[in-house]
C-alpha cells in the first residue's frame, strides 16, 4: 500500500488533491493529437483566461498571456519588450534575493540597469523603500514579490512616482488579492501556486505592448503574442489545461482572500513554533518580511546543526513530508507551503517540529 506523502517543495509543488487525481480523465478526454487550434482547445484557453479574470479583477486594458519559457524566459522578455518604453533604456531593479539578482543581471545585457539600493549582504530583509534611488526616467521598477529562496515576500506595493511597475509574482501568485491596475506587468510560473510547470502567465497592460526592442525574439514579443491570443506557436496545452483545473479549485475555495487567510493560518503556525522555539529553530528573515509561502529555517543553532538538520529530513521523510530541505544556496530547512498545501499538512509539519525538539533541545 502506497503511503501518503505530502510535498513541502519549492516546486514542482503539490497540487490540490481533486486536480491531482484529473489527468486520468485528461488523458481519455484530450488526445494527444488535438490541435491547439482546434475548438475544444480554444474552449480550455477561454475558460483559463476568463477564471484568471475573474480570480485576479483583472482590468479590460489588460492582456494575458500564457507563454513557455518559464519564469526565467520572462528574466528575458520583460527588458527586451519593456525597456525601450522610454529613449534612456534604464531599468530600475530592486535586488532582495537570488530571482531578482538574476532578472536584473539578464535585464542588463538589453540596457542599463540601476539596483536600486546597494548590494545587501544577505537575503534576508527588504531595504527600506526611502532609502531606494529611483530613476525618474526609467522605463520600468522591477521587483521580485516573494523570493523563493530566501523566504523574503513584500507585504507592500512599492510606489513609483508614476513609472511603470513590473513584479515577478511566481512564488506568491493567488496566493493573496493583488489589485492588477497598479501594475504595468505581472508575471508567474505555474508551477507553486497554480499547477504544473510548462506555463507562465503574463498579465500586462495593453498601452505596454509594440514597444521590443527589435533584437526580440517573435516567441517573446509580448505584442506578437497578446494579438495572436497565445498561439504564435505551439501552447503548453497540458499546462494550461491543469492550470484551469487549479484555479477552478481556487474560485470553489473562495478566491484569493480565502487563499489569503489560509495562507496566514499556516504560516503562523510554523513561524509561531520557531519564535517559541528559544533559538532550537532560527529563522534568518527579518519579521516584517517574513513570506508566508516559503519558509526557510535552520535547526539546532543559528547557522545550522547539518547533523541535526539530516536527522530533521530524514524523520520528516519517514512520516511521509518530503522536499523539506533548503535550497542548495542556503542550506538548511525550507518549509514551501503554497494554497494546495492543506492546514492538516502543515499541522503534521508542525506536530513533527515540536516532538523532533522536544527529543533534541
Ligand atoms: N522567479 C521566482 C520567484 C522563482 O521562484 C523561480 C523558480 N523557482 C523563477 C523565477 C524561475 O522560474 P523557472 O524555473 O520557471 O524559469
Same mark, same amino acid.
Given at each position: 500500500?502506497?503511503?501518503?506523502? $505530502?510535498?513541502?517543495?519549492?516546486?514542482?509543488?503539490?497540487?490540490?488533491?481533486?486536480?491531482?487525481?484529473? %489527468?486520468?480523465?485528461?488523458?481519455?478526454?484530450?488526445?494527444?493529437?488535438?490541435?491547439?487550434?482546434?475548438?475544444?482547445?480554444?474552449?480550455?484557453?477561454?475558460?483559463? &483566461?476568463?477564471?484568471?479574470?475573474?480570480?485576479?479583477?483583472? %482590468?479590460?486594458?489588460?492582456?494575458?498571456?500564457?507563454?513557455?519559457?518559464?519564469?526565467?524566459?520572462?528574466?528575458?522578455?520583460?527588458?527586451?519588450?519593456?525597456?525601450?518604453?522610454?529613449?534612456?533604456?534604464?531599468?530600475?531593479?530592486? /535586488?532582495?534575493?537570488? #530571482?531578482?539578482?538574476?532578472?536584473?543581471?539578464?535585464?542588463?545585457?538589453?540596457?542599463?540597469?540601476?539596483?536600486?539600493?546597494?548590494?545587501? @549582504?544577505? +537575503?534576508?530583509?527588504?531595504?527600506? %523603500?526611502?532609502? #531606494?534611488?529611483?530613476?525618474?526616467?526609467?522605463?520600468?521598477?522591477?521587483?521580485?514579490?516573494?523570493?523563493?529562496?530566501?523566504?523574503?515576500? +513584500?507585504?507592500?506595493? %512599492? &510606489?513609483?512616482?508614476?513609472?511603470?511597475?513590473?513584479?515577478?509574482?511566481?512564488?506568491?501568485?493567488?496566493?493573496?488579492?493583488?489589485?492588477?491596475? =497598479?501594475?504595468?506587468?505581472?508575471?508567474?510560473?505555474?508551477?507553486?501556486?497554480?499547477?504544473?510547470?510548462?506555463?507562465?502567465?503574463?498579465? /500586462?497592460?495593453?498601452?505596454?505592448?509594440?514597444?521590443?526592442?527589435?533584437?526580440?525574439?517573435?516567441?517573446?514579443?509580448?505584442?506578437?503574442?497578446?494579438?495572436?491570443?497565445?498561439?504564435?506557436?505551439?501552447?503548453?496545452?497540458?499546462?494550461? +489545461?491543469?492550470?484551469?483545473?487549479?484555479?477552478? #479549485?481556487?474560485?470553489?475555495?473562495?478566491?484569493?482572500?480565502?487563499?489569503?487567510?489560509?495562507?496566514?493560518?499556516?504560516?503562523?503556525? $510554523?513561524? @509561531?513554533?520557531?519564535?517559541?522555539?528559544?533559538?532550537?529553530? &532560527?529563522?534568518?528573515?527579518?519579521?516584517?518580511?517574513?513570506?508566508?509561502?516559503?519558509?526557510?529555517?535552520?535547526?539546532?543553532?543559528?547557522?545550522?546543526?547539518?547533523?541535526?538538520?539530516?536527522?530533521?529530513?530524514?524523520?520528516?521523510?519517514?512520516?511521509?513530508?518530503?522536499?523539506? =530541505?533548503?535550497?542548495?544556496?542556503?542550506?538548511?530547512?525550507?518549509?514551501?507551503?503554497?494554497?494546495?498545501?492543506?492546514?492538516? @499538512?502543515?499541522?503534521?509539519?508542525?506536530?513533527?517540529?515540536?516532538?523532533?525538539?522536544?527529543?533534541?533541545?
Amino acid at each position: 500500500e502506497q503511503k501518503q506523502t $505530502i510535498n513541502f517543495g519549492a516546486g514542482p509543488a503539490k497540487l490540490p488533491q481533486s486536480v491531482s487525481l484529473e %489527468p486520468h480523465h485528461f488523458l481519455i478526454l484530450f488526445q494527444p493529437e488535438m490541435s491547439h487550434r482546434s475548438a475544444d482547445f480554444n474552449k480550455i484557453l477561454d475558460k483559463t &483566461e476568463g477564471l484568471m479574470r475573474e480570480l485576479l479583477n483583472i %482590468p479590460e486594458n489588460y492582456k494575458v498571456m500564457f507563454l513557455q519559457g518559464g519564469g526565467s524566459g520572462q528574466f528575458s522578455a520583460v527588458p527586451l519588450n519593456l525597456i525601450g518604453l522610454k529613449e534612456d533604456r534604464c531599468a530600475d531593479y530592486v /535586488v532582495t534575493g537570488t #530571482w531578482s539578482e538574476k532578472a536584473a543581471k539578464e535585464a542588463g545585457k538589453y540596457g542599463k540597469v540601476n539596483i536600486v539600493h546597494p548590494k545587501l @549582504d544577505s +537575503y534576508t530583509k527588504i531595504p527600506d %523603500p526611502s532609502s #531606494w534611488t529611483l530613476n525618474p526616467s526609467a522605463s520600468y521598477v522591477y521587483y521580485c514579490c516573494n523570493e523563493t529562496v530566501h523566504g523574503v515576500e +513584500y507585504n507592500f506595493r %512599492p &510606489e513609483t512616482n508614476g513609472v511603470v511597475l513590473v513584479s515577478d509574482m511566481s512564488s506568491n501568485f493567488l496566493s493573496r488579492p493583488v489589485d492588477v491596475s =497598479k501594475f504595468g506587468l505581472i508575471f508567474a510560473g505555474a508551477q507553486k501556486n497554480v499547477g504544473c510547470a510548462g506555463v507562465t502567465v503574463v498579465i /500586462v497592460r495593453e498601452d505596454l505592448l509594440g514597444h521590443a526592442l527589435k533584437e526580440c525574439p517573435i516567441v517573446l514579443d509580448y505584442k506578437v503574442q497578446a494579438a495572436m491570443n497565445s498561439l504564435y506557436n505551439t501552447p503548453p496545452c497540458f499546462s494550461i +489545461y491543469i492550470m484551469g483545473l487549479v484555479l477552478e #479549485w481556487i474560485k470553489n475555495n473562495g478566491g484569493s482572500a480565502a487563499m489569503e487567510t489560509l495562507n496566514k493560518q499556516k504560516s503562523s503556525m $510554523i513561524y @509561531d513554533i520557531i519564535n517559541a522555539s528559544n533559538g532550537f529553530y &532560527e529563522c534568518p528573515v527579518d519579521v516584517t518580511c517574513r513570506s508566508r509561502m516559503n519558509v526557510p529555517f535552520r535547526v539546532g543553532k543559528k547557522e545550522g546543526d547539518e547533523a541535526l538538520e539530516k536527522e530533521f529530513l530524514a524523520g520528516a521523510s519517514k512520516r511521509g513530508m518530503i522536499s523539506l =530541505k533548503g535550497h542548495r544556496s542556503t542550506g538548511g530547512i525550507r518549509a514551501s507551503l503554497y494554497n494546495a498545501v492543506t492546514v492538516e @499538512d502543515t499541522e503534521a509539519l508542525a506536530g513533527f517540529m515540536k516532538e523532533f525538539m522536544k527529543e533534541h533541545q
